[in-house]
């Protein structure tokens, strides 16, 4: 077997397996040896479960020599990014000051995962706690793009992407709180996808993960669309630990995905709602958004009726007053020097967060999401790039000056010891885009659109309405079919 195996499509390789033309065994042990053989280079695993997933794969194997049922995953490998617990198996969340916590019990979707046999890797790497758009961390190198090793693969689920843009694994688990799935899928040429806030559950994790807000959601990166809306369809749906905000309703996400998006309605924001956006990036996208009618879609521009920019400070003041209340007490009263800077800014500056900025925060997002929702009952979708800028050096910082995106320099000093930036400014220029449909809880997809002249992969953003996942599904699908990424590949 050769590594021409790993970049088939999950569904190929599933039939390959239950013809016993591979084995999981063999296929398993080729991803282990691919991660060996690309690891030093990219940095996408903070650990790997080597034993575990063999064992797995042992397991799934006598099953297919009895000709036995074998679950949705049926044998593929996957990965679980490091904010997610995989019992007995160190959890880091891309910090230092986790220590060495071993986690006691399965995340559900590792739960789902593994009963429906996947296989897991191990565990993917992340910035500290997810907070960054691209992937640097104090536990280990930036999580490099394969495409070119000098470049972020994105964030946070940038070790995700980078480990499926190599082979290792056809898909894999991501998280996605302003753009952490759709982000690192942009930078690295592949397809990401996350659904309507609620779809996919977490446990309760304490008192604060009761707040009737959330950002965060769970989210698959693939090569391909249908390898996405399989593990989509795995980690969906409601659990009797979820936390309370999970939608209740089971959905079927892998049925008529070939159905096409004629005659849905397309809307583009006016200037992109006053976003700034890189002169290559918006013309590949300019190029791309026009194959939607040959697919029989109709497009309108249109104009917002808010301005996203004014929406940035509420909206993170908000965010930064619930990161602080979640992790200060737990983390941050440990050792504060162990924080990457802009980590322990955001919690320092969130603390500060007012009663009456945080209840004006939080009715202006009411308010947003009121005004998203009517957008909506008019329109199927809503399309822009995934990222106003490309693919960024990993020690580059993009900024926003008199109203023109600029790529700075930031050495290591001030990225990892000593800065004045927080969450907010450190994401903005690469959130544009994604982070709006964080905070209305709508469904989003960013699919492959094309490459720079430098090479790098650009992509594009479809929101869909809340709980249209399955016709995200449908046009990514029958984008995939006019204009397949499968066949450029990096050279690593």
């Known amino acids: 077997m050769t590594k021409e195996l790993l970049f088939k499509s999950g569904k190929e390789l599933k039939k390959l397996i239950k013809k016993k033309e591979i084995s999981p065994v063999e296929l398993t042990k080729l991803s282990l040896k691919r991660i060996e053989e690309t690891e030093p280079k990219i940095n996408a695993f903070f650990s790997i479960?080597?034993?575990?997933?063999?064992?797995?794969?042992?397991?799934i194997e006598s099953k297919v020599l009895k000709n036995e049922e074998l679950g949705l995953l049926g044998g593929l490998p996957t990965s679980i990014k490091d904010l997610e617990p995989v019992k007995d198996i160190q959890v880091t969340k891309g910090s230092l000051t986790t220590g060495q916590t071993i986690a006691d019990n399965d995340q559900i979707i590792v739960e789902r995962i593994k009963k429906e046999d996947g296989i897991i890797l191990g565990k993917t790497s992340c910035p500290e706690f997810g907070h960054s758009g691209s992937n640097?961390?104090?536990?280990?190198?930036?999580?490099?793009?394969?495409?070119?090793?000098?470049?972020?693969?994105?964030?946070?689920?940038?070790?995700?992407?980078?480990?499926?843009a190599v082979g290792v694994n056809t898909v894999a688990q991501g998280s996605d709180g302003g753009g952490s799935v759709r982000i690192p899928a942009s930078f690295c040429g592949l397809f990401g996808l996350i659904g309507t806030q609620g779809r996919i559950p977490r446990r309760h994790a304490g008192i604060m993960s009761w707040l009737p807000v959330n950002y965060s959601r769970i989210g698959p990166i693939s090569w391909y669309v249908e390898d996405s809306a399989l593990l989509f369809e795995v980690m969906s749906g409601p659990h009797p630990e979820n936390e309370s905000m999970t939608i209740?309703?089971?959905?079927?996400?892998?049925?008529?995905?070939?159905?096409?998006?004629?005659?849905?309605?397309?809307a583009i924001p006016y200037k992109f709602g006053t976003r700034i956006v890189d002169d290559e990036v918006n013309e590949i996208f300019n190029i791309n958004v026009k194959l939607f009618e040959k697919l029989g879609a109709n497009l309108e521009e249109i104009k917002f009726d808010f301005d996203l920019n004014d929406l940035e400070q509420p909206f993170h003041k908000y965010l930064m007053h619930t990161f602080s209340s979640c992790v200060n007490e737990i983390f941050y009263n440990i050792d504060k020097n162990k924080l990457m800077p802009h980590v322990k800014n955001t919690i320092e500056r969130g603390s500060k967060v007012m009663a009456k900025d945080y209840a004006k925060a939080l009715a202006q997002l009411m308010e947003y999401r009121f005004k998203m929702e009517k957008i909506f009952n008019k329109y199927d979708f809503i399309i822009s790039p995934t990222v106003a800028i490309p693919p960024h050096k990993c020690n580059e910082r993009p900024n926003i000056i008199d109203g023109k995106i600029d790529i700075s320099y930031i050495d290591d000093i001030e990225m990892f010891e000593k800065n004045n930036y927080d969450y907010s400014s450190w994401i903005y220029v690469l959130a544009q885009f994604t982070a709006p449909f964080n905070w209305s809880g709508n469904p989003a997809v960013s699919i492959p659109c094309g490459f720079t002249k430098k090479g790098m992969p650009i992509g594009l953003q479809l929101a869909g309405k809340k709980k249209g996942e399955l016709s995200l599904i449908q046009a990514s699908k029958e984008f995939e079919k006019i204009k397949p990424w499968h066949q450029y590949r990096p050279r690593i």
Not at 136 to 157: A, F, I, Q
Request: net charge positive.
């Open 49 to 59: 479960m080597h034993e575990q997933a063999i064992s797995k794969a042992k397991e």
């Open 136 to 164: 640097e961390t104090k536990l280990k190198d930036h999580c490099r793009n394969p495409w070119n090793l000098e470049y972020t693969s994105g964030g946070s689920s940038g070790g995700a992407a980078a480990s499926v």
């Open 248 to 266: 209740q309703e089971k959905e079927n996400f892998l049925i008529n995905i070939d159905k096409g998006i004629k005659g849905k309605k397309i």
